[in-house]
């Protein structure tokens, strides 16, 4: 797998970096990619009898801490699934109110992301979310966009089967104009056709609240991450998960369909 170009940096000095040290993280072979399936704010939020929203509003903070965690721990790419093409199913208020604390979020982040190195990149169906929320993310994904320590991909209005049907629309119209031949096209065809052609694959794919399952998320690129399930719910995630996924991670022996060497 390619490594990114980025810089980024180990920071000292960072809680997080004391406490993945203490619980012996191996800095040298730390997840270049980090996917995250943030789950569980209704659920939050329902056994303390609130609103989900509530539930919502609490995971974003969440964000706030995970992002920077892995900024400090020296992870270059961290993919959070934010809000998926399914998530229209649920009722207006929810919806509506998610998009406004999204929007919300990109405009109060803007700040620490410059500050932290952090480029913002978006993954889904943007065009189909509302105006103001699309402006706001155009103005973070420019801003931020020759910062090199970590790059966010926001999946919003993201879905990994939607991903596939635009990647396979745009390489028919390339076959259809003549630009290629049916022969032709391969995995790397497909690759160059999804959202972030540059993005490598996750290496590791946390999920919080239980649920086994991908819920149709980096579908393509998941093929061979390493999963890592907590019954935690998301706004009940801390940087000790974050160091357990990891450890757990570093124990893993990637295989990728082949033997090993000693094998
Ligand atoms: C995940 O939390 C956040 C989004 C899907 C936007 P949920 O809202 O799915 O939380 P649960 O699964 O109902 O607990
Ligand atoms: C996945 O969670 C979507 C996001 C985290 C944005 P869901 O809560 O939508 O997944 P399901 O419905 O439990 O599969
Ligand atoms: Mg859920």
Known sequence: METLPLQAHIDETAPAVMKAREAGVDFSRLPQHI???????????????????????????????????????????????????ENWRRPPDETSGLMALIEEAARQELRQMVINGIQVRVIGRMHELPTSLQEE????????????R???????????????????????RRVRQGELQPEEIDESTIRAHLYA???????????????????????????????????????DFRTEHLIEAILSYQQRVRKFGGILDEE
Not at 58 to 84: E, H, N, P, W
Not at 137 to 148: K, V
Request: net charge positive.
């Open 35 to 85: 996917a995250i399936i943030m789950d569980g704010n209704g659920r939050w939020a329902l056994q303390r009898g609130l609103p989900r929203l509530v539930g919502h509003r609490q995971g974003y903070r969440t964000v706030r801490r995970v992002v920077k965690d892995c900024a400090d721990l020296g992870v270059k790419m961290v993919t959070l699934y934010t809000f998926s093409t």
């Open 137 to 148: 993310l155009r103005r973070g994904i420019e801003i931020t966009a020759r910062n090199n």
């Open 150 to 172: 970590l790059i966010l991909n926001l999946a919003i209005n993201y879905g990994g089967r939607a991903e596939i049907v635009d990647a396979v629309r745009a390489i028919a």
């Open 197 to 235: 052609p540059d993005m490598p694959d996750p290496d590791l794919l946390i999920r919080t609240a239980g649920e086994m399952r991908v819920s149709n998320f980096l579908v393509w690129q998941t093929a061979y991450s390493e999963l890592w399930v907590t019954p935690t719910l998301w706004p």
